[in-house]
């Protein structure tokens, strides 16, 4: 029989949320998650994907994947340390050290995998982590796994930091201490003032780590936010996404050769958890020759972010700081921000609504990523939803 105490539980925080208006409720797309998507037999200019640079669509990583299903099966049968390891993954990872330029690359299930992996494995008790505030979820929960001391720090505030950072390092109570950040910022779309950072962590022994899901496929020539400021001999671990610009799945930690021989022994979900599928695996291998042999989806992103952009300020909306194709336009208010999500859905534009408490409360916004897919006449379809909603709602002339 059901728990009646656990049933309790689920209808008065689900009806609760819903009374809030926070309860999201998931759409199925019919169609592949490309520049337009369709909806209940709808079609929509889709601006809420992180199909960055379309490769999730991509011919060749179809084929590659096809190839590798056809030669090596639909799963990799095992955890990478047993013998789910195959060449391919070997070869991956190959490709996305040197393209990196790390000595050593480990992939993992996912980017969040590798925050879980990493972080848990070079922390623990007796050490310190300096997180800006506004970091994923998923690095918020990997220093959960240590006993390490998390110390937050204000977004990108970089005298917080050194304050933060000398504190820690002269009350001589922790051993190794790490300065963690997103390379780029999920939600405003800036870039983590790595120069800065770097400079603070070499003058008091940090530790320095970047999640740059959002950076990889984007910024650096397509290697990241690491290498777009030139500081690839500087930070001691990356992480990447393969599910972003990638279009794939998976993540990959880099960095230094000891620091994946030690993953390999000591990270949970490289020991405990299936390896990535051959299909997958050859797919990114694919996408990696792409991004390594030309520009040309990444000047398009570029191109298209712009466009987007440009087009919104003369609206008269703020895109708020961004620094990347991550377009916040801030509404406002939580209610103003859900329903005009609501219109542009009517319009035929899907961009989500981001509300309090994922953003601070007055600063709702409904976010938009434009990818190198787009053409402009998607883009100026959205424009124009953008210009008609805001004109109903007084928020543009
Ligand atoms: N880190 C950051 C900064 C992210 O934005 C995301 C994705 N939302 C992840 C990690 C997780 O990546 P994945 O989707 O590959 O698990």
């Known amino acids: 029989m059901a728990s009646k105490m656990l ?27 490309g520049p337009l998507i369709t909806i209940q ?8 994907s992180n199909n960055y ?5 991509d011919e060749r990583l179809k084929e590659a994947a096809i190839r590798a299903t056809n030669d090596f099966g639909t799963g990799s049968g095992a955890v990478r340390s047993i013998n789910g390891t195959l060449t391919l993954h070997v070869e991956l990872e190959e490709r996305l050290a ?17 925050n879980m992996a990493a972080i848990s494995a070079v922390m623990g008790a007796g050490d310190a982590i300096l997180s800006d505030e506004l970091n994923h979820a998923s690095i918020i929960d990997g ?6 001391k998390a110390i937050r720090y204000n977004h990108s505030d ?25 390379g780029v910022f999920s939600m405003d779309g800036d870039i983590a003032k790595l ?21 990889s496929g984007v910024l650096g020539g397509g290697a990241g936010t690491v290498k777009h400021f030139g500081l690839s001999d500087r930070v001691d671990i990356q992480i990447g996404t393969l599910s972003k610009a990638v279009g794939v799945v998976g993540g990959y930690v880099a960095g230094s050769r000891d620091l994946v021989d030690w993953l390999k022994v000591r990270s949970r979900p490289f020991l405990f958890s299936t390896a990535l599928p051959p299909g997958t695996v050859a797919a990114c291998i694919s996408a990696v020759d792409i991004l390594q042999n030309s520009n040309e989806l990444q000047t398009k992103l570029w191109e298209n972010t712009r466009y987007l952009q440009e087009g919104l300020k003369n609206l008269g909306y703020s895109i708020g700081s961004t620094e990347t194709p991550i377009t916040p336009c801030i509404i406002g208010d939580e209610v ?21 408490p994922t953003v601070p409360k007055g600063t709702g916004r409904v976010r938009n990523m434009p990818t190198a897919m787009h053409t402009r006449e998607m883009l100026d379809r959205a424009l124009s939803a953008y210009e008609t909603i805001g004109r109903e709602l007084g928020l543009v002339r």
């Open 143 to 148: 220093c959960r796994l240590t006993k390490a």
């Open 53 to 57: 640079l379309g490769l999730a669509n």
């Open 7 to 33: 049933s309790a539980f689920l209808q008065q925080n689900l009806t609760e949320l819903k009374g809030q208006g926070l309860y999201n409720t998931i759409q199925p797309l019919e169609s592949p998650n």
């Open 158 to 182: 970089m005298e917080d930091l050194r304050t933060k950072a000398k504190e820690a390092r002269e009350s001589g109570q922790y051993d190794k201490i790490m300065v963690i950040t997103d």
């Open 336 to 356: 103003t921000t859900q329903k005009f999500s609501i219109r542009l859905y009517e319009e035929g534009v899907y961009a989500k609504a981001i509300v309090f």
């Open 41 to 48: 037999g709808r079609e929509f200019v889709n601006l809420s």
């Open 195 to 215: 120069p800065e950072i770097v400079e603070i962590a070499e003058a008091y022994d940090l530790i320095t780590y970047v999640d740059d899901a959002h950076g």
């Open 98 to 114: 040197h393209f990196k330029g790390t000595e050593a690359v480990l992939t993992f299930q996912s980017g969040f995998n590798c």
